[in-house]
């Protein structure tokens, strides 16, 4: 089993930046990919950033420029520095992470932060 936990978020005003971040626990794992899932009340789940264990990364185009995603490895944390927050990066943010345990593939979430943009 692995655990996530997240940390960061809160209320910031239009232009601000949070940050977030989220340690992977466990034993006897690897972490593959690690990265952040946005969600709002009524909508699917979305990708916002993710980070593989080569260092390449993703984001959505509504973050793109405005994010950065960063890992350190050998903590098994991801961080994400959000900057120019818009009011509709209102959401609950979930850490996820695909992790390597013994010859299986295992995907996990955490439990979510809420990131509230005020206009």
């Known amino acids: 089993q692995v655990q996530l936990v997240e940390s960061g978020g809160g209320l910031v005003q239009a232009g601000g930046s949070l940050g977030l971040s989220c340690a992977a626990s466990?034993?006897?794992?690897?972490?593959?990919?690690i990265g952040w899932y946005r969600q709002v009340p009524g909508n699917q789940r979305e990708l916002v950033a993710i980070?593989?264990?080569?260092?390449?990364?993703n984001y959505a185009d509504s973050v793109r420029g405005r994010f950065t995603i960063s890992r350190d490895n050998a903590k098994n944390t991801v961080y994400l520095q959000m900057n120019s927050l818009k009011p509709e990066d209102t959401a609950v943010y979930y850490c996820?992470?695909?992790?390597?345990?013994?010859?299986?593939?295992?995907?996990?979430w955490g439990q979510g932060t809420q990131v509230t943009v005020s206009s």
């Open positions: 996820y992470a695909n992790v390597k345990i013994g010859n299986g593939g295992y995907r996990y």
């Open positions: 466990g034993s006897s794992f690897s972490v593959n990919v």
């Open positions: 980070i593989r264990s080569d260092s390449t990364t």
